[in-house]
Structures are given as structure tokens and as C-alpha cells.
Nanobody, 126 residues
């Protein structure tokens, strides 16, 4: 089981970027997925997730209306589209999956997930 994240970089405030996370060794369609981020000196924060059972998505309040999580089953890849980026979005972003079907309150909790990608840096700065 492997997750490989890509797509980070330097973005100006108000800009957009799409992160990708390619899965190998398992079929992403059967898994719950999520994106987390961690800024220096801060705890890992759940950003967005999709539960495999009902396929409902959940977002952190700080990114609602700006970020969109999705997956392409044909490509076995998950994405995080990030729009209207702000300096406070600067962090290392990690993708994560679990074969479980988490309860709603735990979708954005890091302990819910047992497979993690290596992380990709997103820096929002002018």
C-alpha cells in the first residue's frame, strides 16, 4: 500500500493549486480518504475527507467554500483543489486513507487513518 502526494509549491495569496495523491497496491474506491496539513509548530489538522460508505464529504471550517476533495477511481488518485489561498494555508499537506467507514465526528481526526502519503509543501506568499 502506497500513497504518493504531489502538486505543492509556492502560490500567491488568492491563487489556486491542486494536490494529487496517487494510490498503489489497493483500490482507492473502497477506502475513506482525507487530506491533512501541518504547519510549523502546530498540530496536524484535518482539512477534508470523504467517507466511503455514503461518500459524504466533510471540511474544516477554515477551508469550507475554498477547498474541494475528490477522487478519480479510474486513475486511483485523490485530489485536493485549493482556491482563494491565504497565507495561513501554508503547511505540509498529507493524504491519508483507511478501509474503515468512520463516524462523522472522526472523519477529520488523524487517528482514523492508517495509510499516509509523504506530504507536499504548499507555501502561500507574495
Amino acid at each position: 500500500v502506497q500513497l504518493r502526494a504531489s502538486g505543492g509549491g509556492l502560490v500567491q495569496p488568492g491563487g489556486s493549486v491542486r494536490l494529487s495523491c496517487a494510490a498503489s497496491g489497493f483500490t482507492l474506491d473502497y477506502y475513506s480518504i482525507a487530506w491533512f496539513r501541518q504547519a510549523p509548530g502546530k498540530e496536524r489538522e484535518g482539512v477534508a475527507g470523504i467517507r466511503r460508505g455514503d461518500r459524504r464529504s466533510k471540511y474544516a471550517d477554515s477551508v469550507k467554500g475554498r477547498f474541494t476533495i475528490s477522487k478519480d477511481n479510474a486513475k486511483n488518485t485523490m485530489y485536493l483543489q485549493m482556491n482563494n489561498l491565504k497565507p495561513e494555508d501554508t503547511a505540509v499537506y498529507h493524504c491519508a486513507t483507511t478501509s474503515g467507514n468512520p463516524i462523522w465526528s472522526s472523519i477529520l481526526q488523524p487517528q482514523t487513518y492508517n495509510y499516509w502519503g509523504q506530504g507536499t509543501q504548499v507555501t502561500v506568499s507574495s
